[in-house]
């Protein structure tokens, strides 16, 4: 997973791949800390989402353009549009299969 720090080259990535999980947390939110666990383990299973991780302290630009309203906050952009976005980290299993359900269709 790549962690990216400016709202310029986060767009970039979003743009260079066909699936892109982008992954919004804050280093002090226990919550973030737990779903972070989770996606690193549903990095690791067979999909075809590339992975990005963005504290959201250093992209107030990209917070307020896409309107983010809590972290941890999972947005899923086929190419380079947004599909989803997961505020709410359930399980594993639901991480997994949200993203097999956009990059099958």
Sequence with gaps: MIEV???????????????????LYTPMCGTCQVASKMIDLVEKLPQSFHF??????YLPQFAEEQS??????LIL??????QERIYAFQSVPFLYETLNKFADS
């Design 77 to 82: 952009f086929k190419d380079g549009v947004e």
């Design 52 to 57: 990005t991780r963005s504290n959201l302290n």
């Design 68 to 73: 983010i309203e809590s972290v941890p906050c």
């Design 5 to 23: 720090s400016s709202t310029e080259a986060l767009k970039q990535l979003i743009g260079k791949h066909a699936f892109e999980a982008v992954y």
